[in-house]
């Protein structure tokens, strides 16, 4: 069985990596970022599209204000990408916002962040993938027609690419992740270039078509509400941002200086791409609709359920490039690609983050255990589950799960930042240099601005957003927060149980005596080894325990017991119903209900095979025994195996594999980096 699961394992992810070489796959800035920030990056490819949806309710009339969206969202990621620098300076170990609040704001908000960037992380692959479908859709029907199925492909697909290990997957996302940038420079520069100084008329498909404003003449209060459900749905572009304050670790040294550059970098790439889309879908004309069926009218007649409504970025690329051409099926594969890759920031966040929880004891201990890889497996695992269930239940439709979208992570912004003024303020209140004030006073301003800006985009988001589905993110997260908070009170429970005491106990008295008792249904050679291990313990008694299933086969087992003349007294517990465990059960019990200060101890034999289909041919009885034993106070259970021949072939099957094994069976506790040898110099 090890072999059927072990061999695609190793074709799948690869050989498994020694601990001490954790330090070769740490990442260098030009790896980095297309690793944490390709979810930035991309959501240029639908941000600016869901913000013209939106803006479409009230018709063409209202894309004017579009620009001055762009501008909002623009100081916002400026706003966040300077307020976490801070944060990747003063908190390096990779706990990002968690530990920033559960440091400064307490446990409670601690878990709450953490809450919110588990629903964002899954949410994050959720759309990203979505999205890149929809994309892929345009130029290959089938995609369209089987969405859920090929989302569900991809995730299959980046899951197996993340359990070979980051640096691995990085390398395999950097190269899609440069040329999608590198298209959307070009096709602003060429849109710049065609538009201000050749003069061209640049006309998007839907240049032509016009939009059924589903409230006209918009004013006040209800003017003021779309701008800023608009402005909300526009700071998707925002989502992942915080990865990179999660992912300090992962950075080649200066580790926080070289996080530091890439959220630099990466900001700047993202607002530069949001605005240049924003400007050519406003020269080029594009038009979107909520619901493109009904609204969106093309010589004044509805487009019909057939019509496939392509995403901005597609539209100004057919505009800048013209359709069919290089340079945009160029594009057009390569925002496909990048939005598929989008998810590898949760990919890297997500386990992280789970690690962490875990190692506090709010999540499974297994979250905090590296796979063969040195990736965090399980929480790469887990975090596939939850996308792929999200994908179903909203049918791959990037429109309906975006509404889900940015409450998590904006409650992460709000909470560390507000974290962060705490930390200067602790900080500034014993430091005594000048300078360093200056630096902590300046930060604390930076990260107090941060706090105020991004709590009053979570306010516009809850409102504008909870009834189209942001209210579904919240559940989420109070389901997160309630299931961590349960963990962790177990752990807790479990801990305090199993505390050693400091002086004398129950736990450390010894028994007045020890009753042995074999467990045996017909004499064999397992028997025969349980009973000479039996005789061995020296207990005070010692009898061997048959239930009476069927009366002929125990006339027979009595009859030989004699013949053979075993000093062992055989005991023959009746059981009218043919059971096997609840006797012998039963029986324990009394026994320790007579002597309740003395300890049972029970032997069971036990035949090892070597192949999984045998033990589909025995009953598994033993198993049974010991799993209902295991909840019987003073009872001790002790299994004597005896190895059968094709187990002893298994033995030497599992030697044959042992130099492409994992190195252990079980491993506890995170990779040890490796400390580098003294150089011949030195």
């Known amino acids: 069985m090890s072999k059927l699961t072990d061999v695609p394992k190793r074709i799948l992810i690869g050989r498994a990596l020694r601990s001490d070489r954790l330090g070769e796959t740490l990442l260098p800035k030009r790896i980095a970022l297309p690793v944490f920030a390709s979810d930035p990056l991309s959501s240029v490819a639908y941000a600016p599209g ?18 001055w969206i762009a501008v909002a969202v623009v100081v916002l990621m400026f706003t966040v990408v300077a307020s976490y620098r801070q944060n990747v300076h003063a908190y390096p170990s990779g706990g990002g916002d968690y530990e920033v609040a559960t440091t400064n704001l307490g446990p409670k908000a601690g878990l709450t962040v953490a809450s919110a960037l588990l629903v964002d992380y899954v949410l994050t692959v959720a759309v990203s993938i979505s999205s890149g479908i929809e994309n892929l859709g345009s130029a290959i029907p089938f995609v369209v027609e089987h ?21 691995e997957s990085g390398k395999l996302f950097a190269i899609p992740t440069y040329v999608f940038v590198g298209g959307v420079f070009i096709m602003i520069a060429w849109g710049i270039v065609r538009g201000v100084i050749l003069g061209d008329t640049m006309r998007a498909p839907t240049a032509d078509y016009h939009i059924k404003a589903e409230h006209q003449g918009l004013a006040g209060f209800a003017l003021v509400f779309l701008l800023l459900r608009a402005f909300s749905s526009g700071c998707a572009a925002l989502t992942g941002v915080e990865a990179i304050s999660n992912g300090v670790p992962a950075f080649r040294k200066p580790k926080s200086k070289n996080a530091a550059t890439t959220l630099a970098m990466m900001g700047l790439l993202a607002v530069t791409m949001f605005c240049g889309i924003i400007a050519l879908a406003m020269a080029t004309k594009v038009r979107m609709a909520e619901n493109p069926a009904s609204d ?39 925002t496909a690609l990048v939005l598929f890759l989008a998810a590898n920031t949760a990919y890297n966040g997500f386990p992280l983050l789970g690690s962490i929880l875990a190692q506090d004891r709010y999540l499974p201990r297994q979250l905090h255990t590296r796979g063969d890889r040195l ?46 003024v705490r930390h200067w303020n602790r900080h500034l209140a014993v430091e005594k240099d000048p300078a360093k004030r200056r630096h902590m006073v300046r930060s604390r301003a930076i990260n107090a601005f941060g706090a105020f800006f991004t709590g009053l985009v979570l306010v516009v988001v809850l409102v504008t957003k909870f009834t189209h589905g942001a209210w579904v993110a919240l559940l989420g997260m109070c389901i997160f927060y309630a299931t961590m908070t349960a963990i962790r009170k177990h752990y807790d429970r479990v801990a305090e149980e199993i505390a050693a005491p400091e002086g004398p106990s129950d736990d450390m008295v010894r028994p007045s005596r020890v009753h042995s008792v074999v467990l045996i249904s017909k004499i064999h050679r397992p028997t025969l080894r349980a009973l000479a291990y039996a005789k061995l313990m020296r207990s005070d008694t010692l009898e061997a325990l048959t239930v009476n299933v069927d009366p002929a086969e125990t006339k027979v087992l009595r009859d030989e017991w004699e013949r053979r003349g075993i000093d062992v007294p055989l005991k023959v517990l009746d059981s009218p119903y043919r059971e096997v465990t609840r006797p012998v059960i039963e029986y324990v019990k009394s026994l320790r209900k007579e002597s309740p200060r003395d300890a049972v101890s029970v032997i069971i034999p036990e035949y090892v095979v070597g192949h999984w289909y045998e033990h589909l041919l025995h009953n598994q009885s033993a198993l049974r025994l010991k799993g209902r034993l295991l909840f019987t106070p003073g009872v001790m259970v002790t299994s004597v195996p005896y190895q059968l021949a094709s187990s002893e072939a298994a033995k030497v099957r599992a030697r044959k594999r042992q130099e492409w094994n994992a190195p252990g069976a079980v491993r506890r506790g995170p990779a040890v980096e490796r400390p580098k040898e003294p150089s011949a110099k030195e």
Not at 150 to 159: D, N, R
Not at 301 to 319: F, K, T
């Open 375 to 420: 990736a965090f497996s399980n929480g790469i695992v887990l975090l596939a589950g939850a996308a792929m269930l999200l994908v179903f239940l909203y049918g791959a439709d990037s429109t309906r799960l975006i509404q889900l979208y940015i409450v998590g992570v904006f409650v992460s912004f709000t909470l560390s930042q507000t974290g962060m």
């Open 296 to 334: 969106l009218l093309h010589n004044g007649v509805p487009v019909g359920a057939d019509y496939v409504q392509n995403p901005v970025i597609s539209q100004v690329a057919e505009a800048v490039f013209g359709k069919g051409s290089l340079l945009f099926i160029l594009l057009a594969a390569a």
């Open 50 to 67: 869901e913000v013209l949806l939106v803006l479409s309710i009230a018709g063409v009339s209202a894309y004017h204000f579009s620009p």
């Open 147 to 167: 969405k859920v199925f090929c989302a569900a492909g991809v995730i299959v697909l980046l899951t197996l690419m993340n359990l070979r290990g980051v640096k």
